[in-house]
C-alpha cells in the first residue's frame, strides 16, 4: 500500500471544492432518483453493508467520472464553460478556482441539464447493482446467471428477488423517456454490458482470456459507455478513451490491493497470474494523469495554472477512491 500512495503522490486538498461539489451533486441525485427504488425494491439494504457500497460506487466511484470530464470537454454546459473560461484567465490560487468550480456545479445541479443529472446516477446506480447481484446475490450456475441476467435486462425474466428487482427498476428507470440523440449511445452501451455479462461467466467457468487481463476489458467498456452515453455530445470520444484508461487502473488497483484476498479464492486475476505487475499500475497511472492534462489543452484550457487545478482535482479524487478500496468500503 505504501508503494501505491508514493506513486500516486500527496493529494493536494485545495483543490476539495470541485471534488465535494462533484459528490454533492451525486448524492442529491442519488437521493431523488435511486433511494426510492431501494425502497420500494429492496428496503431491507439500507443499512446493510451494500446499501453503504451502492451509494459510494455509485457517487463516489461511477458518477463522478462524466461529471469531472464536463470540466475538461470541448463543449462544456455553460455554467461550467463561464467558469471554466474564468479559470482559464486568470492564474488564482486552487482554492479560488475550486469556489468558482463550485458556483457552476451549483447552477447546473439546481437550474439546468436534470435529464443529464436523472441518467448519470441511474446508470451508475445500475453497474454498482449488476456488479454486485451477479457475484454475490444469485446463487445459479454461472451460465444460468448470465442467461438470467441477459433475460432481465431484455425484459424476458421477472425478478424472484430484490437484488433483481432493484437491478430491473434501475434498468427501465434509466432507459425511459430517451432521447433521440440517446437513443443509439445508449442501446450500444447496452451491447456492451450483455458483452460484460458473458465475460464475466467465462471467469467464472474458468475460461483463459488470451489477452491476459483475466476478462476485465469487456466489463471496463461496458461501465464507461454506460456512464459517458449521457454526457457524450459535451465530452466526445477523447473522453471515452480517457474514462477506460481510469476504469482499468481503477481494476488493476483494485486487483493489487485485494491480491492475498483474491489469492485465497477460486478466481485469479491479472495481478495473481503475474500479467499485472506494479509496473504497469505505474505505467498505467501515469498514463490517466497525462491523459487527464491533454484532455484539458485540447478544450482550449491550456493555462498551466488550470491544468494543474484540474489534475490535482482528479489525483485528490483517486486518493480517496483508494482509501475506501483500502478500507473495505468499496469491496
Not at 463561464?82 to 475550486?98: H, I, K, M, S, Y
Request: some cysteine.
Amino acid at each position: 500500500m505504501a508503494a501505491l500512495r508514493q506513486l500516486m503522490g500527496k493529494p493536494d486538498p485545495s483543490v476539495g471544492e470541485l471534488t465535494r461539489a462533484i459528490r454533492r451533486t451525486a448524492y442529491r441525485n442519488y437521493d431523488r432518483y435511486v433511494m426510492p427504488l431501494v425502497q420500494q425494491h429492496w428496503p431491507e439494504l439500507i443499512g446493510q453493508g451494500f446499501g453503504k457500497k451502492l451509494r459510494f460506487l455509485t457517487c463516489d466511484l461511477y458518477a463522478s467520472a462524466p461529471y469531472s470530464v464536463l470540466f475538461s470537454s470541448p463543449n462544456r454546459p455553460l455554467a461550467i464553460r463561464l467558469a471554466t473560461a474564468f479559470a482559464n484567465r486568470l492564474p488564482l490560487p486552487n482554492r479560488v478556482l475550486g469556489f468558482g468550480t463550485r458556483l457552476a456545479m451549483s447552477a447546473i445541479k439546481r437550474l439546468a441539464y436534470q435529464h443529464e443529472h436523472r441518467r448519470i446516477v441511474l446508470v451508475a446506480a445500475f453497474i454498482a447493482c449488476v456488479d454486485h447481484v451477479f457475484d454475490h446475490c444469485m446463487e445459479d450456475e454461472p451460465v444460468e446467471r448470465g442467461r438470467k441476467m441477459h433475460d432481465l435486462l431484455n425484459g424476458k425474466y421477472a425478478p424472484d428477488t430484490p437484488g433483481l428487482a432493484l437491478t430491473r427498476a434501475i434498468h427501465q428507470a434509466m432507459s425511459h423517456r430517451l432521447t433521440l440523440e440517446e437513443n443509439d449511445p445508449f442501446h450500444a452501451a447496452m451491447v456492451r454490458v450483455h458483452d460484460w455479462i458473458d465475460s464475466e461467466v467465462s471467469a467464472m467457468t474458468g475460461e483463459d482470456d488470451p489477452t491476459g487481463l483475466g476478462f476485465r476489458v469487456a466489463g471496463v467498456e461496458g461501465t464507461i459507455d454506460g456512464l459517458i452515453f449521457p454526457v457524450y455530445r459535451y465530452a466526445g470520444e477523447a473522453a471515452r478513451q480517457w474514462m477506460y484508461d481510469v476504469s482499468m487502473f481503477v481494476q488493476l488497483m483494485d486487483d493489487w490491493i485485494d491480491y492475498e484476498v483474491d489469492a485465497a479464492g477460486d478466481r485469479t486475476t491479472p495481478v495473481i497470474t503475474g500479467s499485472w505487475k506494479f509496473e504497469d499500475v505505474e505505467s498505467m497511472w501515469k498514463g490517466t494523469v497525462s491523459g487527464i492534462e491533454e484532455l484539458t489543452r485540447a478544450a482550449g484550457l491550456k493555462a498551466p495554472h488550470y491544468v494543474r487545478f484540474v489534475r490535482e482535482a482528479y489525483v485528490l479524487m483517486m486518493h480517496e477512491v483508494a482509501d475506501a478500496m483500502i478500507d473495505g468500503i468499496a469491496d
